[in-house]
């Protein structure tokens, strides 16, 4: 008789990834392959439309302009409705939009402004989704194993995002970007089905009373009142924004001109992607205790690519400085959601996030629309080397905030339902808390899930 301890055993999830955490890992797994290959697939759409490359730039800013446009009010919308509610509508929007974008190109008929009309419609899903997936997320652990939480949940997406742009690359060379478009309509359906059966009785009720406007002043008050909330946030709007420059304008152009082509410089975001992967590994296992110092020292990293295509070196150098800031950023990325979960108050994660997402993309369309005029006023390599040095300047102020320096890690779970004074409605921080303040922050992938360079 075979006995009990020899029967195989069932595996079981770790004890922070439960059936919210493991819903949004996997939902986020499933949109970022279709998603990631999507971007591809849109940008070569415009292309075989008759489109050259300004219109491929005006069908991404159709985008990111409704994107920028409504992420506060998609903040103070998350946390005034079922957060999970919020994000099904917007993966049903992207469903759709993305649907009848894949028809039209199938069908031979798409037309410039058709497909800008059709972006924009997934840009105010994400809007809407990303606040509400943020605050979701962050409620979804508890205690002090969030960081390895928040660590293997970027590792899952940001592995997914790497697949689905190799493989949605290639299927759109070899079924067309019609049906790539296609597939990410269908990975919207399914993640929305899987975001169907999230749970939110965890999160505390709101308090009666207040209007739209009135939860976006008290976001904003939550925003201003932390110095190393803001200050990170201003931070990045122009990281971001430089980053994004040198990415999507400059270097593209030294591929072409001094590398051999488009071939090694997706090769060369390919490197960056897995080293995101490699940095998402890493923090499984390291838990810094100055969370936001180990964190925006990783920052300095970014300044390498930009320096690197200004030179310009070698492919083989240029995908190891790749490799070394995508896995960099990725630390930032983890400390980051980490300090989020301690420090803010749960039931105001969505427009918190609201705010830090609109500042992190708000000056990305006007970098990109200045990257061209810059070029030309000052040459492609002293742009590029501006792109370095700016980074290297904010990222050094930003050090000099005490809070970000000396931010730590807590090693027992503060409660995150801020009591508030029955005198004045202020939140007040508990005994562990870093200030007593009128308040207490986040990061992109291609849906909007926790990742400025996801």
Request: glycine letters at 14%; charged letters at 10%.
């Amino acid at each position: 008789m075979t006995s009990a301890a020899a029967l195989p055993r069932r595996t079981r999830r770790p004890s922070w990834a439960g059936r919210n955490y493991t819903l949004l890992t996997a939902a986020a797994v499933v949109t970022n392959l279709g998603s990631q290959g999507a971007l591809i697939a849109a940008a070569f759409a415009v292309l075989a439309a008759g489109g050259d490359g300004g219109d491929v730039g005006l069908v991404a800013a159709a985008r990111t302009v409704p994107l920028v446009l409504f992420l506060l009010i998609g903040g103070a919308v998350a946390d005034r409705l079922p957060r999970h509610r919020v994000m099904v509508a917007a993966n049903v929007l992207n469903c759709v939009s993305q649907g009848a974008f894949a028809l039209l190109v199938l069908g031979g008929h798409a037309q410039l402004w058709q497909m800008m009309l059709l972006s924009a419609l997934g840009g105010t899903g994400q809007a809407f989704f990303g606040p509400a997936a943020e605050g979701m997320l962050m409620s979804s652990v508890e205690g002090e194993q969030a960081g390895r939480a928040f660590a293997v949940f970027r590792m899952a997406m940001q592995g997914a995002g790497l697949g689905g742009a190799a493989l949605g690359g290639a299927l759109v060379a070899v079924i067309g970007p019609g049906w790539v478009l296609a597939v990410d309509a269908v990975a919207f359906a399914v993640a929305g089905g899987l975001r169907s059966f999230l749970e939110v009785g965890h999160i505390p009720p709101r308090a009666p009373g207040g209007g739209l406007l009135a939860d976006l002043r008290d976001g904003w008050h939550e925003f201003v009142g932390r110095p190393w909330l803001w200050t990170i946030v201003a931070q990045f709007s122009v990281v971001v924004a430089v980053v994004g420059a040198a990415d999507a304008v400059y270097g593209p152009l030294v591929a072409r001109d001094s590398l051999g082509g488009p071939g090694p410089w997706g090769l060369a975001l390919g490197a960056f992607g897995a080293g995101t992967v490699g940095g998402a590994l890493l923090m499984t296992r390291w838990k810094p205790r100055r969370l936001l110092l180990a964190g925006t020292l990783c920052v300095f990293p970014l300044a390498a690519p930009a320096a690197a295509l200004a030179v310009p070196v070698p492919v083989g150098p240029l995908y190891a400085v790749m490799f070394v800031s995508g896995l960099a950023i990725e630390v930032f990325g983890v400390s980051w959601m980490t300090a989020l979960h301690q420090e803010i108050p749960e039931e105001k994660l969505s427009r918190v996030s609201a705010y830090d997402w609109f500042g992190s993309v708000a000056m990305v369309p006007l970098a990109t629309a200045l990257a061209g005029p810059a070029e030309q006023a000052f040459g492609r390599t002293s742009a590029l080397w501006g792109c370095s040095v700016l980074v290297v300047v904010v990222t050094a102020a930003v050090l000099c905030v005490p809070d970000v320096r000396n931010l730590k890690r807590r090693t027992r779970q503060v409660a995150q339902r801020t009591p508030v004074s029955p005198a004045d409605g202020v939140p007040l921080l508990g005994a562990e808390g870093a200030q007593v303040s009128g308040g207490t922050l986040a990061s992109a992938d291609a849906e909007g899930s926790a990742g400025r360079f996801g």
